[in-house]
C-alpha cells in the first residue's frame, strides 16, 4: 500500500502539501502537525494529535492493514429482521413481540406487524419467486427535452427561449392528471404585480398634465419620480423580452419580442437622456413650455400590459390540456386485487401485472384493461368512446381501464397494465398531436418571415415623416408613433392562430373516441371526398360465425358440423375459430384431431377423421381432389349472395355437405354510412373476399362502388388510382394488410378494435371501431380548420388595421393618434382573443 495515505512524509498529493492521519484520516501539514509524527518500517507518519500518535505507536499494523483485512463487522449484530415490515428487531427485547409458527419464533417491531403475521403466515413467508411480481421501476429520462409549443420542431437538453418566435420552452414531461406547475407563468406572475403596483402611480404622473389644472406640474423632480418607479418595472420587470428581443436579433429570427424590446427600450432609453440632459434636445423636441417631454409612464405601462398578456396567454395555454388531464383523471389510483384463497386486498394501480385478478364494484371504475371472467354489469364507456349508452359486460367481454362500472359486480383479468393500456395510449396520442404542425401553418410562418423586419422598416419611416412633417413637437411625435407602430403589430396573434386551435381540436377528438395522430390529419380530414372501407373488421364484426349447415342425403347438420370442426381443430383459419365454436355451443362431442392433416393454401384442409379421409375448403380444392359438387353449387352460390363464405365437406371421395360462414354487419354501419353520405362523402369497399360476399355486403350498406378480391399487396395501388383520379381519399381498416393502404391515402383510419400494426400507419384512430366515430372526426376537421381559418384572419385584420392606425394615418383627417398604451393593450388583447376562439373547440357539439 502508498504509504502517502497513511501520513507519511513524501511530496504534496491532492491536498497541496498535506497528507493523511493513519488513525482518524484528517489531513494534516508535515513538520506542522499538533500530534507529531512517529517511524515506521522506514516510513515517517504525521498525526493530528498525540492521541492518535500514540494509537498508531501502539498497534501500526491495526491502521496500515488495507480495507479488506479489516474484520468484518456484522451489519445487524444479533438482530433478525420482522417478516412483516422487514425492519430489524432484536429477538427478546422486540416491542412487537414474538409468534411461533411451524417451529420458528419470529419476532415483531410492533404488535400491528404481530396481528398481520399471526392471520396470514403463508402470506409473508412465501420466497420472493412467489410474491406478486412488481412492476420494473421507471427509469428517468436521461435528460428532459424542452420544446416550443409554438415551433415544436424546436428541441433542446436545457431550458430557454425559442429561438424562432421568443416563447418560453416548455419540458416534454409525460403528462399528468393534476396541473403540473409552470415556472414560467410564475415568474411571469410576480413580475406583473409588482409592475402593475409601480405602474399606477407612474401612470398617475404621466398623465398628470391631461388632468384639469395639472395639479402634479410643481411636483419636484417629477422626471426623477417617473424613472425610479419605471426602472424597476423595465429592467426587471420587463428584463425577459429584452433577453429574448437580443437573442432574435443575434439568431436573426425576429420576433414578437424584437419589436417590443426595440420599442419600450428606445421609449425608456431617451426619457433618461431627456432627464438627465433636457439642455441638450433642439426645440423639435420640446413641448409647450419648453419642457422635453418624458415618457417613461409609456415604457412602464407598456411592460405591464404585455406581463398581462403574458399572463393571460400561459393561463390560457394550460388550459388546452384540459381534455388530457380529464382522460388521466379517469384512472383510479388503487384496484382490488383477489388473492388465491379468495382473499382480496387494496393495492396502488402501479403495484397490477398482467394476468392479476381484479375486482369492480358497483359504481367503481375500471382499473386496468382487461376481460371479465365472472359476474355481469353495464359499463359506461363514453368518456373513453364518446358513446353515451353503457355497454353490457360478462365473462369474455373486454372491459377498458377508466370506464365506469354500472350497478354490476365483476371479477376481470388484467391483460394491459401501465403504459400499455388503451387510456394511456390515448392521452400519449393526444399528447404528441397537440405538438405536430398543420400545413396551414406554413402560411402564417412565410407572413412572419417577412413581417416583423417589414414593421421595423415602417417604424423608421413613420418616425421620419413624422420628424419632416409633423407638428411640434416633431420628434416627440415621431417617437410616439414609431413606438405604437413596433408595438401593436406583435405578431403573437399570428404565431398562436393555428397551435392553440390543434391543441384544443385535439384534446376534444379524445372525448369523443377519435384519436388525432397529427395535425395534418385533421386538416387533411376536411378535404376528403372519397372514404375507401375494408370490410372485415371495418363494416362487419370480424368475427366469423357459422350461418348455414347444409347437409346431403344420410347426414344431418351434426354430422357434417363435426367432420368439420374434427378437421378445422389443426387450422388456424379465422373460419375454423367459427365452426369450432358452432360445435361446442351445440354441445357435439368431437373425435380426436385429425391425423395426416394438410392446410393447403387458398384452398383449404385435409386429414382422416375416424378412419375416413375427409375435405375440407372450397370449390377449387374439391375439383383438385376430383370430387364433383353434387348439386351443391347453386346452393352455395344462393348463400354466397346473402354474404356468406362457404366451404364444402367431403368424405371418402364424395361431397356430403356445405357450411355458409357469416360475419355480421356491424350495427351501427348502416347509420354511419348514411350521415357519412350525407357529408358529401363517395363511399367504396375495397375488400380481399369474393365478389359474390361483397356485394351482398354492399346490397345491404347501400354502397354502389366495390372492389373485391383484391390482394393485400394491391389495396395501396387502388388507393392511387383513385388519388390519380384527382380524390381526397381517406382509406378505413383495421389489419394488418391494410397498414400500406393506409399509409397511402390522404388520411388513414383505424379500427381501434384493430391491430397496432395498422394504428401505428393511421393518421386517425377510432377508438371503438364505430364507424360512427368518424362522422364526429369528420365533423371536428371541419370545426377545427373553420377556427383556424377564423384566428388567422383576425390576426391578419388586426395587423393590418392596426399598423397604419398606430403610423397616425387618421391624425391628418380626425387628429387622431394611437397612444402606445393602447397600442399595447390591444396588442395583449389580440392574443388573448385567439386562444379564447381556440377554447371554444372544446365544446362544439359533434
Known amino acids: 500500500m502508498d504509504g502517502m495515505e497513511h501520513g507519511q512524509s513524501g511530496p504534496a498529493g491532492a491536498t497541496a502539501g498535506k497528507v493523511k492521519d493513519p488513525v482518524c484520516g484528517m489531513m494534516v501539514t508535515p513538520g506542522a502537525a499538533k500530534g507529531g509524527s512517529h517511524e515506521h518500517a ?78 396470514d403466515p403463508a402470506k409473508y413467508l412465501a420466497p420472493p419467486a412467489e410474491k406478486p411480481a412488481e412492476p420494473p421501476p421507471v427509469k428517468a429520462p436521461a ?13 433542446q437538453d436545457k431550458p430557454g427561449s425559442c429561438p424562432i418566435c421568443g416563447m418560453a420552452l416548455e419540458p416534454l414531461l409525460a403528462p399528468s392528471a393534476e396541473e403540473p406547475p409552470n415556472p414560467e407563468l410564475e415568474s411571469m406572475s410576480r413580475r406583473l404585480w409588482v409592475s402593475a403596483a409601480l405602474a399606477v402611480p407612474l401612470l398617475v404622473l404621466g398623465m398628470s398634465p391631461m388632468l ?9 423632480a417629477k422626471s426623477w419620480i417617473e424613472f425610479a418607479l419605471a426602472a424597476p418595472i423595465v429592467l426587471w420587470g420587463g428584463a ?73 396567454e400561459l393561463r390560457a395555454r394550460s388550459r388546452t390540456s384540459g381534455a388530457i388531464r380529464a382522460l388521466l383523471g379517469l384512472a383510479p389510483s388503487t384496484a382490488r386485487i383477489v388473492r388465491e384463497g379468495g382473499a382480496e386486498e387494496d393495492v396502488p394501480i402501479e403495484r397490477v401485472v398482467v394476468g392479476d385478478r381484479l375486482r369492480v364494484r358497483p359504481g367503481e371504475r375500471v382499473p386496468v384493461d382487461g ?89 423608421l419611416a413613420t418616425f421620419v415623416v413624422w420628424a419632416i412633417f409633423g407638428p411640434e413637437p416633431r420628434f416627440a411625435f415621431a417617437l410616439l408613433n414609431a413606438v405604437a407602430v413596433l408595438i401593436i403589430a406583435c405578431p403573437c396573434a399570428l404565431g398562436l392562430a393555428t397551435p392553440m386551435s390543434i391543441m384544443v381540436g385535439a384534446g376534444r377528438g379524445a372525448t369523443a373516441g377519435v384519436l388525432i395522430k397529427n395535425a395534418e390529419a385533421l ?26 349447415v347444409v347437409p346431403l342425403a344420410d347426414l344431418d347438420e351434426a354430422a357434417i358440423l363435426r367432420l368439420a370442426a374434427s378437421l378445422e381443430r389443426g387450422s388456424e383459419h379465422p373460419l375454423a375459430s367459427a365452426i369450432l365454436a358452432a360445435a361446442r355451443d351445440r354441445g357435439i362431442a368431437l373425435p380426436p384431431s385429425a391425423t395426416e ?11 382422416v377423421v375416424d378412419g375416413e379421409r375427409a375435405a375440407l375448403g372450397n370449390l377449387k380444392l374439391l375439383e383438385e381432389l376430383g370430387i364433383p359438387a353434387e348439386g351443391l353449387g347453386d346452393r352455395a352460390e344462393a348463400l354466397r349472395r346473402e354474404g356468406q363464405t362457404v366451404v364444402f365437406v367431403a368424405r371418402d371421395g364424395r361431397a356430403v355437405g356445405l357450411v355458409g360462414v357469416a360475419d355480421p354487419i356491424k350495427a351501427t354501419a348502416a347509420e354511419a354510412l348514411a350521415a357519412l353520405r350525407a357529408e358529401g362523402l363517395h363511399i367504396v369497399m375495397l375488400t380481399g373476399d369474393g365478389r359474390t360476399t361483397a356485394l ?10 366495390v372492389e373485391a378480391e383484391v390482394l393485400p399487396d394491391q389495396k395501396s395501388s387502388a388507393i392511387e388510382r383513385l388519388s390519380r383520379a384527382g380524390r381526397v381519399v381517406a382509406m378505413a381498416g383495421d389489419g394488418i394488410n391494410d397498414a400500406p393502404a393506409l399509409a397511402r391515402a390522404a388520411v388513414g383510419i383505424a379500427m381501434g378494435t384493430g391491430t397496432d400494426v395498422a394504428m401505428e400507419s393511421a393518421g386517425v384512430t377510432l377508438v371503438r371501431g364505430d364507424l360512427r366515430a368518424l362522422v364526429r372526426a369528420r365533423r371536428l376537421s371541419r370545426a377545427t380548420m373553420r377556427n383556424i381559418r377564423q384566428n388567422l384572419f383576425f390576426a391578419f385584420v388586426y395587423n393590418g388595421l392596426g399598423v397604419p392606425l398606430a403610423a397616425g394615418v387618421l391624425y391628418p383627417f380626425f387628429g387622431l393618434l394611437l397612444s402606445p398604451m393602447i397600442a399595447s393593450a390591444a396588442m395583449s388583447l389580440s392574443s388573448v382573443s385567439v386562444i379564447a376562439n381556440a377554447l371554444r373547440l372544446r365544446a362544439v357539439r359533434l
Open 42 to 119: 522506514g516510513v515517517t507518519y504525521w498525526f493530528c494529535n498525540p492521541r492518535c500518535r500514540e494509537r498508531f505507536a501502539a498497534d501500526p499494523a491495526k491502521y496500515l492493514a488495507p480495507p479488506a483485512e479489516k474484520p468484518a463487522e456484522p451489519a445487524t449484530a444479533g438482530k433478525v429482521k420482522d417478516p412483516v415490515c422487514g425492519m430489524m428487531v432484536t429477538p427478546g427485547v422486540a416491542k412487537g413481540g414474538s409468534h411461533e409458527h411451524a417451529g420458528v419464533t419470529h419476532w415483531f417491531c410492533n404488535p400491528r406487524c404481530r396481528e398481520k403475521f399471526a392471520a
Open 143 to 155: 435528460g428532459t427535452i424542452y420544446t416550443c409549443p409554438m415551433d415544436p420542431e424546436i428541441r
Open 212 to 220: 384639469p389644472g395639472d395639479p402634479l406640474h410643481a411636483l419636484p
Open 240 to 312: 425577459p423580452f429584452f433577453e429574448r428581443g437580443v437573442a432574435s436579433i443575434k439568431n436573426r429570427r425576429l420576433n414578437m419580442f424584437t419589436l417590443i424590446a426595440i420599442g419600450t427600450g428606445t421609449a425608456f432609453l431617451y426619457s433618461i437622456a431627456a432627464t438627465l440632459a433636457p439642455g441638450a434636445f433642439p426645440s423639435s423636441f420640446r413641448g409647450h413650455g419648453g419642457a422635453v417631454p418624458v415618457y417613461f409612464e409609456a415604457a412602464g405601462v407598456i411592460i405591464t400590459l404585455v406581463l398581462l398578456g403574458q399572463v393571460l
Open 371 to 459: 376481460a371479465v371472467i365472472e359476474g355481469s354489469s353495464a359499463v359506461d364507456e363514453s368518456m373513453v368512446t364518446g358513446e353515451p349508452i353503457p355497454i353490457e359486460k360478462g365473462p369474455g367481454d373486454r372491459v377498458t381501464g377508466g370506464t365506469v362500472n354500472g350497478t354490476g359486480g365483476f371479477v376481470m383479468r388484467a391483460e394491459r397494465v401501465g403504459e400499455g393500456t388503451l387510456l394511456a395510449r390515448i392521452v400519449q396520442m393526444v399528447s404528441e398531436a397537440q405538438r405536430t404542425r398543420a400545413p396551414i401553418q406554413r402560411l402564417a410562418d412565410a407572413v412572419s418571415a417577412w413581417f416583423v423586419p417589414t414593421v421595423v422598416l415602417v417604424a
Open 523 to 548: 386538416e387533411a380530414l376536411e378535404r376528403v371526398d372519397t372514404l375507401v372501407l375494408d370490410k372485415t373488421g371495418t363494416l362487419t364484426e370480424g368475427k366469423p360465425a357459422v350461418a348455414a
Open 597 to 607: 392433416f394438410r392446410s393447403l393454401t387458398g384452398r383449404g384442409v385435409t386429414g
Open 696 to 705: 351482398a355486403v354492399a346490397k345491404q350498406l347501400g354502397i354502389d362502388e
